[in-house]
């Protein structure tokens, strides 16, 4: 008979086994780093090569900073499964002693105001050591070591986990306050962020007092993250100020439903998540309050935890 503690190797192995194969989803992504120093451009630590020896050319390096970090962005929200960090073996190993994995949609603080997925206590020269992060939601991965100057070198990040759905995809029951062109609301959600405007894939409004957008969800969801795509050839200022609401009331077009958030600003061309905690709502409404505006998104995504409307 097979022992119980042989089995709970054997599952150990099974799942170590997995988690090597799994996809790498930091490969495709975009990095940055706090600063830069010499060659460590932070594309090395996704460069696919584990070498952990400085000359070898493939770990990361910051300049002695207040708080160094090093961020992916993902390009859409996925659930992250683990974290997987080789550390530097010629030299300086316990530099990272200390160092925060963070996961999640915002952009504050560079990102580093994320949710905390792990510490890395310490990690020995040259050594690779995955971290489970259990699920945990976001599109921007970060390893920042707070609270103290110091260097952060990573010779290999590996990101493993699965897309989080998009709950407004082609075919959701879109309005808007009037129609400027042929610039329909249903551009919003036609599955590209393509955002010039002779690429026609961007909405467009009359020049309104106070405009809107608003998709109906056609049932009651629970929103974790609102992702929306900015104009670029033209008038990206436009938007700063507007609204997203969530709520099941067609209240003044919807826009009497409770705020998610006010957005300052996107930059040109860009798309910027915004963070609504789960907000439930049938309806979600874009609003340029209180003033005469035109309104034009190239492309909005909502979150949820789990689903995925199919229309």
């Given at each position: 008979m097979i022992s119980l503690s042989l089995i709970i190797i054997w599952l150990a192995l099974l799942e170590q086994t997995r988690s090597s194969?799994?996809?790498?989803?930091?490969?495709?992504?975009?990095?940055?780093?706090?600063?830069?120093?010499?060659?460590?451009?932070?594309?090395?630590?996704?460069?696919?090569?584990?070498?952990s020896?400085?000359?070898?050319?493939?770990?990361?390096?910051?300049?002695n900073?207040?708080?160094p970090w090093w961020r992916v962005d993902l390009l859409k929200t996925y659930s992250?499964?683990?974290?997987?960090?080789?550390?530097?073996k010629d030299c300086c190993h316990t530099r990272i002693n200390g160092a925060e994995i963070r996961i999640g949609n915002s952009l504050n603080d560079n990102g580093n105001a994320n949710a905390r997925c792990a510490l890395i206590t310490s990690l020995p020269a040259g050594t690779t050591k995955t971290y489970n992060c259990n699920?945990?939601?976001g599109r921007y991965?970060?390893?920042?070591?707070?609270?103290?100057?110091?260097?952060?070198?990573?010779?290999?990040?590996e990101v493993t986990g699965q897309p989080s759905l998009n709950t407004a995809p082609a075919g959701g029951k879109v309005t808007q306050?009037?129609?400027?062109?042929?610039?329909?609301?249903?551009?919003?959600?036609d599955g590209n962020r393509a955002s010039i405007w002779e690429q026609n894939s961007c909405t467009h409004t009359q020049n309104d007092m106070s405009p809107w957008w608003r998709v109906d969800l056609l049932k009651t969801y629970s929103i974790n993250t609102v992702t929306i795509t900015n104009r670029k050839d033209c008038c990206h200022a436009r938007l700063n100020g507007a609204e997203i609401r969530i709520g099941n009331s067609l209240?003044?077009?919807?826009?009497?439903?409770?705020?998610?958030?006010?957005?300052?600003?996107?930059?040109?061309?860009?798309?910027?998540n915004f963070e609504c905690n789960g907000m439930k709502g049938r309806y979600v409404n874009i609003v340029i309050p209180g003033k005469q505006e035109y309104l034009t998104l190239c492309f909005i995504e909502l979150f949820t935890s789990t689903y995925r409307i199919m229309y």
């Open positions: 194969f799994a996809a790498n989803i930091a490969r495709g992504g975009k990095v940055t780093q706090s600063s830069l120093h010499g060659g460590g451009v932070p594309e090395r630590a996704i460069d696919g090569n584990r070498a020896i400085w000359t070898q050319n493939s770990c990361t390096h910051t300049q900073d207040m708080r992250v499964n683990t974290v997987t960090i080789t550390n530097r699920g945990m939601k991965v970060n390893i920042v070591i707070p609270g103290r100057r110091a260097t952060l070198t990573l010779c290999e990040v306050s009037s129609l400027h062109g042929d610039a329909i609301p249903e551009r919003a959600i209240s003044n077009n919807g826009n009497a439903n409770p705020v998610c958030t006010v957005i300052l600003s996107i930059p040109a061309g860009t798309s910027q």
